[in-house]
DNA sequence: CGTAATAGCAACCCAATGGTTGCATCTTTC
DNA sequence: GAAAGATGCAACCATTGGGTTGCTATTACG
């Protein structure tokens, strides 16, 4: 029953760190254009927001630091592409914390019609 | 290519706070303890960790402005139990994301093999 | 070569956030 | 009815976070 173990508190705090990463509407933004497009610049990203080069910039780093996007410098400009392997890792959990429910609700239920 | 309309600005505000619940550990800790089991009072719930009641009060209060749990007075305790469908949404969005991923992928794949 | 474009760095500001402590309120229970 | 349990409320504190401005450095291009 959620024995906290130091591992798992490590482990919680990566997952912590990577919905955090998507909890601002901005970076939600930057994220879907990056993922419905090829790499861009960020001087590209900031065309189409109304924060400034820096906000943007510091979005990204926010991003990047939790693997969502990755960044090459091409150039004069920094491209910014998007990796969709941590998105999957939030969906395998948010996949496991409702199976828990899932089963959860199944052993009530039977409790019940016992 | 992203025409960010003023609804959608607002779903995507939605989509982060929502996030941006699930952007802690204590909270993530806390959803899926309520996730795996039946609803637990303030106290239970403080019992397991290392931070004060009330710090507990405020993360269930984020968790339920964000619709993850719901709170039930009961007696002199208040009950929270958990609640899958935002969840749900989350992960419907994430499949979103990816799916346009893919098909990016698949079009660029496309175009090169030409 | 000079100029414009792109980006990085640093300092600063203000609001939000996670956390605490202290006290009041309402139930339960003896 | 009084004491113990479980919460709520309010004030407060330190840190983080989103955002800006100003200045510098590198790259592209006429």
Redesign the interface.
Known sequence: ??R?TPEG?AR??Q???L???????T???L???L????PRSIAQLTA?SRVTRQAITKHLRVLERAGLVHCQRAGRESRYR?D?QP??E??AW??R??A??DT?LAR?KALVEE
Chains 1, 2 share one sequence.
């Open positions: 029953m959620s906290s508190a919680r705090r997952h912590a760190e919905f955090a990463a998507l909890g601002d509407a970076r939600l933004a994220v879907t254009t993922a419905a497009g090829e189409h998007f969709p998105m999957d939030m969906r948010l996949d914390v409702s828990q429910w959860l009530l």
